[in-house]
């Protein structure tokens, strides 16, 4: 995510909390929370044993989620969401997240545990999900052509592939939430993604370029760890004070904006 959108989202999520509130919401317990975020994984690839060329060792995926806490203790959460995936196969051969993409997405929903006291600024946690897939259950063969713009760049493939993506993953997580101020937290997740069922499969034969006429398969495992990040908001939300906001806005201004930017507005008396 690029960074100034990432302030904007954060500074609208300020706003939110700042003005949406009342006196008496800073009472209440923390009952709910909504947390969205981006993420990376990667899979390993077992290849085909040539030697000729090499071949990439893993398959990366981008993520996309929304999920929701429901507080059923102070530290007991029932969680659910909705989540986005894109897979990369044949990575080595693409500079960006691989020449075949296969898309999933569906539901989540699971339960995590918080371990620290609830005044603290750092919320340590553990849990597991079940994760579902609605998007492409159906098994998918085919053959198609592509040109490497990456590793022997410019070289043409032929590409037979076999794919059916798990109908089902358990997801073990730990992660932490870094309260930035009232009702708002950054938040950084581990996971490792079991699927259930399901395989991904690559057969690829080189029709030009110095390897014309090699080939190659690489098969991705459904088992792969991953990290995210995001922003979680709590409900009812709590007012935030004028100076937590401009020591924030500070803080987050002289982090994007940079070290030439810092240098723009630094005093020539103090270089």
């Known amino acids: 995510m690029d960074k100034r959108l990432f302030f904007i989202l954060l500074m ?35 290849s085909s044993d040539n030697r000729t060329f090499y071949s990439s060792p ?18 007991l959460t029932l969680s659910g969401g ?9 990575d080595n051969f693409s500079q960006d997240i691989g020449l075949l993409r296969v898309n999933t997405a569906g539901l989540t929903v699971g339960s995590k545990y918080y371990f620290l006291p609830k005044k603290w600024v750092v919320q340590a946690y553990a849990g597991a999900f079940a994760q579902t897939n609605f998007l492409n259950l159906k098994r998918t063969t085919g053959k198609k052509y592509y040109v490497s713009n990456n590793q022997y760049r410019g070289a043409g493939l032929d590409v037979n592939y076999d794919i059916q993506r798990p109908a089902l993953s358990i997801v073990p997580q730990v992660g932490l939430d870094l309260r930035i101020f009232s ?14 069922w399901g395989h991904q499969r690559t057969d690829f034969r080189f029709n030009s370029g110095p390897l014309q ?39 987050l201004f002289d982090i994007l904006s940079g070290p030439r930017a810092q240098d723009r507005y630094q005093s020539p008396y103090l270089r």
């Open 183 to 196: 009702s708002v937290s950054l938040c950084v997740d581990f996971n490792y993604q079991f699927g259930l």
């Open 12 to 46: 609208c999520t300020t706003f939110v909390t700042t003005w949406a509130t009342t006196p008496e919401d800073n009472d209440k317990a923390q009952q709910w929370s909504i947390k969205a975020g981006i993420g990376t994984s990667a899979a390993e690839t077992e």
């Open 82 to 90: 909705v989540y986005f995936e894109q897979t990369g196969l044949l």
């Open 58 to 75: 893993d398959a990366s995926s981008n993520l996309f989620y929304l999920q929701g806490d429901y507080y059923l203790t102070p530290k």
């Open 213 to 251: 006429g090699v080939t190659g398969s690489q098969t991705t495992s459904n088992m792969k760890p991953g990290i995210s990040f995001g922003v979680k908001v709590d409900f009812p939300m709590r007012k935030v004070s004028s100076d937590d906001l401009g020591n924030l806005f500070e803080i």
